[in-house]
């Protein structure tokens, strides 16, 4: 695996650890600690009467109070992030626990709750210890700092509370993976002119490439392909990837196809597997590292968790298709297409497929599609996303993709809604947005609803 690779992958582990963190807050409190015993605070000194003014016995008591009072708070926080994990995975998606585990806040309270056990627990090893031949050691500023630890505790308690109870809130959710999705699409597609023409392709094979099989089963995490480029220019060879991030492979399948450029040559196999290991990194889960489809899929499975039975809950699913607008408005004004690199020479070496717009809105609108088209507030939403869509894009081939999925959503609703006005006022829906496209509904759509009525 490449260094930025590696790199990357590891900076992503590290943010959705939540030992990270605490670990670290560990360490810094006992150096604090151990810094703070060695300040001696006079009786002449201004701060005599802001440090702690007890006994040595009184002041390990304390440390004992505080180290006790902390360590089951903790055990609180942590059973409180554990059901907060657990509602997000079973109403919403399991999908969801990256984001639980990544956060922030929680790792920040983790922390100061760690910590201060860690500080005033180490302070009883010190504090009021008395040789046979000295006074007993008593460092006023640090059984300060284990007191001040503990009044901010309180406050950090409180601040836990109302975040935990903010950040499991649907629109808080929904609202963090749209911001997440929107900067990985920032970072793969830049341009902006949002024109399919100008849009690369992969390169189509020759009857004589070979495939290069996977040596891991696993998710493609990420693709940096420096390496390829360089061993492909080395001997003169075009490698394209079978998948593109976020898909699924198996080891021994064939994860891309090598082909010389002359039919007169065959390619090759040394170096090269080594170089897919450095370029394609595969893990056993899914990330937000490069995958925009990762992003609109947990924001699908909200929508379906929704509409599912044992929820029933189909304002949530509407809420998730606004969401989802959001995300495909943007796609809609980017450039999309394949990804090609080049030698210095300007030699097509490695093609690398990506989702196209038409995946994209099959990914957004599929299955939310199917699973709420019998509610009518679901069904106009996606009319409405679409409609967003459509005023989002002047490419003519994404505005009959939009067509299209306006279309499908007609004959869902015409199967599994049962009220006759829920269909028509869904056809008026359609009607303007279909008007806005500039695309005339067809027959078949005309007499969708005489045809339900009969």
């Not at 059973?79 to 907060?84: D, H, K, N, Q, Y």
């Not at 900067?183 to 992969?202: A, K, R």
């Not at 390829?228 to 998948?243: E, G, N, P, T, Y």
Request: glycine share 6%.
């Amino acid at each position: 695996m490449s260094v930025l690779i590696r790199r990357r992958v590891l900076w992503d582990h590290l943010r959705s650890a939540l030992w990270v963190m605490p670990t670290l807050s560990v360490v810094f409190f006992l150096v604090a600690g151990m810094v703070l015993s060695h300040v001696s605070i006079g009786d002449d000194s201004p701060l005599r009467w802001l440090v702690f003014q007890g006994t040595p016995e009184e002041a390990r008591q304390m440390l004992i109070v505080v180290s006790s009072t902390m360590i089951t708070v903790t055990g609180l926080v942590f059973a409180l992030t554990i059901i907060a994990l657990q509602i997000a995975s079973g109403q919403y998606s399991p999908r969801l626990l990256r984001n639980f585990m990544r956060d922030r806040g929680t790792q920040f309270v983790l922390s100061v709750f760690v910590g201060a056990f860690a500080y005033s627990t180490a302070g009883l090893h010190t504090v009021g210890i008395q040789n046979p031949d000295e006074a007993a050691f008593m460092p006023r500023l640090a059984v300060s700092g284990s007191l001040g630890l503990a009044l901010a505790s309180l406050g950090v308690l409180i601040y836990f509370i109302h975040h935990l109870s903010s950040s499991i809130q649907i629109d808080t959710i929904m609202s963090m993976i749209v911001h997440e999705t929107l900067e990985v699409i920032d970072d793969l597609y830049p341009d902006q002119t949002g024109s399919p023409e100008s849009e690369e392709h992969c390169p189509d094979l020759p009857a004589w490439a070979i495939t290069m099989p996977s040596d891991r089963s696993g998710y493609i995490q990420e693709i940096a392909p420096d390496a390829l480029v360089h061993v492909a220019a080395q001997k003169d060879l075009v490698i394209r990837l079978v998948k593109s991030v976020g898909h699924h492979v198996v080891a021994g399948t064939p994860i891309a196809w090598v082909w010389h450029r002359s039919a007169d040559h065959l390619p090759s196999e040394l170096g090269l597997e080594e170089a897919i290991r450095d370029s394609v990194h595969v893990g056993f889960e899914r990330t937000m590292l490069q995958d925009v489809p990762f992003g609109i899929r947990r924001l699908v499975d909200i929508g379906n968790r929704a509409l599912s039975s044992a929820i029933n809950d189909p304002y949530t699913a509407t809420q998730a298709v606004h969401h989802l607008s959001e995300v495909l408005c943007v796609l809609a004004r980017r450039r999309l297409g394949d990804r090609l690199y080049r030698d210095e020479h300007g030699t097509v070496r490695v093609a690398i497929p990506f989702p196209d717009f038409a995946d994209y809105l099959q990914l957004s609108t599929g299955q939310i599609c199917r699973f709420g088209a019998k509610e009518p507030a679901v069904a106009r939403s996606l009319i409405q996303l679409l409609r967003n869509v459509c005023s989002s894009t002047a490419s003519e081939d994404r505005r009959m993709a939009v067509a299209r999925h306006i279309r499908l959503v007609l004959e869902e609703a015409k199967r599994e809604m049962t009220q006759p006005a829920d269909v028509e006022s869904l056809l008026a829906d359609a009607d303007d947005a279909l008007g806005a496209l500039e695309v005339g509904r067809p027959q078949t759509a005309r007499s969708s609803i005489h045809d339900f009525i009969l």
